[in-house]
């Protein structure tokens, strides 16, 4: 899905520069120095699923086989035991999400306050003139099969968007309250309400429902149950799909407010449960985006259906005594209450019975138990049990409440509770790509209905119909509404990479979430140790974990990095967490690695960008001037610790692309192509030896190569065209796999293999990064090592910058956010530091003036991009006695 939004930004913006922001993929580093263990991965990332335990491990030195290509072996997918699922995570990450908005809260108060911060900051541009909603002219069938047929590739006008959304918020704006009562469509063969739960991003799952119930029509109507945003890639071609339909039928498409319709979490990167707000500035700017927003607040609340069924996106409440009436009265334009500050609950100011009402209704879920209960998303979140319900229904005389909020438990689209009163949807299948959920809609008719299935029939002649649907990435190719999609091989690659990824994503995450909570962690394992031996059983640390650090299952991830001796030394554990701010250097390096990959530059164009005769030697000045075009409005400080990386080295374009290559994402081998990886191995000798003797640098060889092969001369190798070049290289019987040979059909897979991007050709980066494959342990830490960290923000330093930076980072993001009214992206180096400075004193962990100067001295000079500088933090887990 990570494919389907990188090429709706090629469409708005030149390739190169689409790619050079590409969200950077996990990668496992080679260990630093011998006897330690390093798992590195930027926090910054996508989540994935389960891998295999080989993945998460540094792997050893002289091992070149291991070390250059990724895999999960076979049957690697259903290991759970060295991940955690979807389900988990995202619990504890609104729980951290609704803390950190309280603390976004006080710093926003005290900038506001603060004489060093212009008013007008703060002020937002007023919204343009409404645009009447006839005057937008879209036909919403021909989007649906616009999408259909490339979901990658169409691009609704910025201006088409804009005149969408003005006519919603002009409608929207009509409502008179937070309910919306529904008829059941009575017109037509089949009429029907549809009811969607959570979507996330996830298009190809919006269009397979559109396709399987059929578009909104007279007979036909829809009821979105709300958090179509975050997570996924398309929240915004969902919206616009949405809202398009809406704008024609205006009574047969609702759409209500989920927890994720909400700023504070819109503005999360995309791996901790937020992604709509980057999406939707890199998609069509801040005029759009703000627009979303408002539209948000205008959302209403409730649906009550044919008198008969209360429909909220997350759950009841824990007031009693709440009805109907009450909640048409309710005051809803606005988001959910924040967390009150410790400051408020002492001078007695807290949530009132509005607010409360407003945040269950977003947030709370059903539990087992009766009555109200705790709830793992946060101290604040309740469940409601089987009593709330039936006492909620009776009172206003209603026979079935349906919310979403949550994958069901049995990892099925749907899931019945409370005595048969109360029904989750969850509409997105296969969530997030790393879960195997199913996706599930509700149908709601008039009448009983006598066939068999998922069937409730209700009183007054009401039936609800929950019908379940499972996108695999697999079937998305073969799928009848997708068939002629041209995008399947970039979804179904990249839902294979995110498959592979994942446990080294989840298991960073974990050690995320340790590092936040050390100190209450220390004191509480403290406490248990009574004698003092630093030592605790490994079974009670893991219990020790859920009620601080979440409700997840901590002891394999306890084994996994502390062995399997009964008792673990917890301070080891807790120390052996470390935090790095690697905004500069090495993330410069990978997101330059990444982009040139993913930009399919030709090979005249990338020798001319180095100004570089084939394989003719560099001046060092040539190579900071390629630099510069590359890495435009990087900081200088920053450009010359990237610059460091290849000093030492005798400047070829040979020698500076294979270093650059080093920092490019691993390459990924699905199990079924492991025969794959020895022949890859071999092909850079084979290509040396068909060179000849004359060629004698591999960069030459390979360059010989390539033109050889490019018949056509348009600076890329098609497929067959990269065939040919390996059946000159007699690969079909040098070329050995384990099956004993390969014939023409392996090695167009071969080929296919090496376009990462999937875009049909070959660029000759991407020929290179296979070529050069050999042992890059040494090379790598050789560079890592001339890469220093600050003084006074490494986050071994107690109260240090990097971990005042880490933990608060999504409260940072959202103020800068806020100031940046022109919607730039970009803060002054003076505000960052007023910010930081001010962020110490309400964290209760002020910075000292050694730390605020070395931050200032590490930022350099010029305006800063806040998005770029607060995602790039490394965690990694090192210990000497580990290897």
């Known amino acids: 899905l990570k494919a389907q939004a990188s090429a709706a930004r090629v469409a708005a913006w030149p390739s190169f520069a689409c790619a050079m922001l590409k969200t950077l993929r996990p990668s496992v580093w080679p260990a630093g120095r011998p006897g330690v263990r390093r798992v590195r991965c930027l ?75 212009p008013a007008n900051c703060w002020a937002r541009p007023p919204p343009k003139e409404v645009i009447k909603t006839e005057s937008v002219s879209v036909d919403p069938l021909n989007l649906l099969f616009s999408y259909t047929e490339d979901s990658v590739a169409h691009k609704v006008p910025r201006e088409t968007v804009v005149g969408i959304l003005a006519g919603i918020e002009a409608m929207l704006t009509e409502l008179k309250g937070p309910v919306v009562d529904l008829a059941l469509p009575t017109e037509g063969s089949d009429p029907k309400l549809v009811l969607v ?23 036909t109507a829809y009821l979105f149950n709300g958090d179509l945003t975050d997570r996924g890639s398309q929240s915004v071609e969902i919206w616009i799909l949405v809202l398009a339909f809406k704008l024609r039928w205006p009574t047969k498409v609702h759409i209500l407010r989920g927890n994720h319709e909400n700023e504070l979490l819109n503005e999360r990167p995309q791996h901790w449960g937020g992604g709509f707000s980057e999406e939707c500035l890199a998609k069509y700017g801040s ?29 009841l409440f824990r007031k009693q005594g709440v009805t109907i009436d009450q909640l048409r009265k309710l005051p809803y334009r606005m988001h959910y209450p924040v967390y009150p500050s410790p400051q408020d609950l002492l001078q007695g100011s807290d949530w009132t019975d509005d607010e409360t009402i407003l945040f269950d209704a977003q947030w709370s879920d059903p539990g087992r138990e009766n009555g109200i209960g705790k709830n793992r998303r946060g101290k604040r979140v309740v469940t409601f049990g089987p009593d709330v319900t039936d006492r909620f229904l009776k009172e206003n005389r209603l ?3 349906i919310r979403s909020h949550e994958v069901p438990a049995s990892r099925r689209g749907f899931e019945m509770m409370h005595e048969g009163k109360l029904l989750t949807i969850f509409s997105a299948s296969n969530y997030g790509g790393i879960q195997s959920n199913r996706g599930a809609v509700a149908v709601l008719r008039q009448g009983q209905v006598t066939k068999t299935g998922n069937i409730l029939n209700l009183p007054d002649g009401v039936s609800v119909e929950v019908l379940e649907h499972s996108l695999q990435a697999k079937d998305i190719e073969t799928h009848s509404v997708f068939r002629r999609a041209r995008s399947a091989a970039k979804v179904v690659r990249e839902m294979e990479f995110l498959s592979q990824a994942a446990a080294n994503q989840t298991m960073q995450y974990a050690l995320a979430l340790i590092y936040f909570r050390r100190g209450e962690l220390l004191e509480r394992c403290q406490k248990l140790d009574s004698a003092g031996s630093g030592m605790l059983p490994i079974v009670q640390l893991a219990a020790e974990l859920k009620p601080v650090c979440g409700d997840l299952n901590w002891l394999p991830l306890l084994i996994h990095y502390m062995g ?3 008792m673990v030394e917890y301070r080891g554990l807790f120390d052996s967490i470390r935090v790095r701010w690697r905004s500069l250097g090495t993330a410069q390096a990978q997101k330059l690695a990444s982009a040139m990959l993913q930009a399919e530059l030709h090979l005249e164009g990338l020798l001319e960008l180095f100004n570089s005769a084939d394989a003719g030697c560099l001046t060092f000045a040539e190579l900071q001037r390629a630099l510069r075009l590359l890495l435009p409005g990087l900081p200088e400080p920053q450009r010359c610790l990237v610059e460091a990386l290849f000093k030492g080295e005798a400047l070829t374009l040979g020698k500076v692309l294979e270093r650059l290559l080093l920092f490019a994402p691993p390459f990924q081998l699905p199990a079924e192509h492991e025969w794959a990886e020895a022949t890859l191995l071999q092909l850079g000798r084979l290509v040396q030896e068909w060179a000849g003797p004359e060629y004698k640098s591999p960069h030459a060889a390979l360059l010989f190569f390539f033109r050889s092969f490019d018949k056509n001369g348009d600076g890329v190798l098609s497929l067959d065209e990269l065939v040919e070049g390996l059946m000159g290289l007699d690969a079909k019987s040098r070329l050995a796999d384990s099956s004993g040979g390969l014939d023409k059909k392996k090695l167009l897979e071969l080929a296919t293999l090496v376009d990462t991007n999937s875009s049909g050709t070959v660029s000759f980066l991407e020929l290179a990064r296979v070529f050069y494959v050999g042992d890059p342990t040494q090379d790598l830490s050789c560079v890592l090592s001339d890469i220093q ?10 109260n240090s910058c990097t971990d005042l930076l880490f933990i608060h980072r999504d409260a940072l993001l959202h103020t800068f956010r806020l ?65």
């Open 564 to 566: 399997k001796s009964p």
């Open 287 to 315: 005029q759009v985006y703000e627009a979303f927003q408002r539209i948000f607040e205008l959302l209403p609340l409730f649906a009550v259906v044919q008198e008969q069924v209360f429909v909220v996106h997350a759950g």
């Open 197 to 219: 739960g959570d979507l996330h991003g996830q298009l190809l799952d919006a269009l397979h429902i559109l396709h399987a119930q059929g578009p909104p029509s007279e007979s």
């Open 399 to 401: 026979s079935l409440c």
């Open 43 to 117: 926090v910054a990332l996508p989540a994935g699923r389960d891998v295999a335990k080989e993945q998460l491990l540094a792997f050893p030195r002289g091992n070149s086989q291991s070390s250059s290509f990724h895999r999960v072996p076979r049957g690697a997918r259903g290991n759970t035991t060295l991940s955690f699922s979807h389900a988990e995570l995202e619990p504890v990450q609104e729980w951290i999400a609704l803390a950190q908005q309280c603390v976004s809260k006080q710093l926003v108060n005290s900038l506001q306050g603060h004489e060093g911060v």
């Open 789 to 798: 960290e600050f003084e006074g923000l490494d986050s071994v330093a107690p």
């Open 819 to 883: 100031m940046d009214n022109e919607g730039t992206g970009m803060t002054s180096i003076s505000t960052f530091m007023m910010a930081v400075r001010l962020l110490g004193n309400v964290a209760r962990r002020p910075l000292t003036d050694a730390q605020l100067s070395a931050l200032e001295t590490a930022l350099g000079s010029g305006d800063l991009d806040y998005l770029a500088l607060l995602s790039n933090f490394e965690v990694s887990f090192e210990s000497e006695s580990q290897a």
